[in-house]
C-alpha cells in the first residue's frame, strides 16, 4: 500500500505544482506569458526533483502511465501492480488539479478551454515522451543516483523547446482538461496528446526489446 500511496500523492503534488505555479506565474506576470511559462517551468522542475527523490525508494516514483507501461515491460513490477499504478496516477492528478483550486479560492470543477491541438503538437509529445523515457531508461541503468536531476532538468529544458510544452504523461493531459487556467487543454484535444504519447511509448518498448535481444 506504501507504494500505491506514493504513486497518487506524488502524482497529485505534482499536478498541484505545474498548475499552482501556472496560476501564480500569469497572475504576476500581469498576463506576459513568457513570465508564466519560466516560473511554471522552473517551479516544475525543482518540484520534480525533489518528488523524485523522496519518493522514488518508495514506489520508482513514476507518476506517469507511460513510465509505469515502461517498467512493467521491463519486468520491474507485474501486471496488477501497474494497473494499480494508473488508478492512483490517474486519480492523484484529478486531485492535484482540485487542491490547486481549492487553494487559489478558484471553482474546484472546471472544463478547459484552451486550445492544444495540431500535427505540431502532436509531434512534439512524441518527442516529448521518447525523450523522457529515454531519459529515465538510460538514467536508471548508467547513472541511478542522477535521475531525479535527470528527469527534472529534462522537463524543465521541455517546456522550453516543445510546442507543446511537454506533457509526456496521459494523467496530466487528462487531469489538466480540468482546470481552466494557464496549463489548461480543452477536453477534445486530450485524446492526441494521450495516442501520441502512448505510441511514442510503444516505439520505446521495441526499441528496448531489440536490445535486449541484441545483448
Known sequence: MKSYLSEFIGTALLLAIVTGSG??????????AAVALLGNSIATGAGLY???????PISGAHFNPVVTLMFWKLGHLDLKKMLGYWVCQFSGAIAGIWLTHLMFSLSIIQESTKVRTGPGI?????????????VIRIGDKEAKD???MLVALTVTAGYWFTSSTFFANPAVALARSLTNTFVGIAP??????????????????????HSKRQS
Not at 23 to 32: C, V
Not at 50 to 56: C, D, E, K, S, W
Not at 122 to 134: K, M, R, Y
Not at 190 to 201: D, Q
Open 23 to 32: 496560476i501564480m506565474g500569469e497572475t504576476l506576470g500581469a498576463g506576459n
Open 50 to 56: 525533489v518528488l523524485i527523490t523522496l519518493l522514488g
Open 122 to 134: 502532436w509531434v512534439s509529445e512524441f518527442v516529448s515522451t521518447l525523450a523522457l523515457l529515454a
Open 146 to 148: 542522477r535521475v531525479p
Open 188 to 209: 477534445n484535444d486530450v485524446f492526441g496528446f494521450a495516442l501520441f504519447e502512448v505510441l511514442a511509448a510503444l516505439v520505446m518498448l521495441v526499441l528496448f526489446c
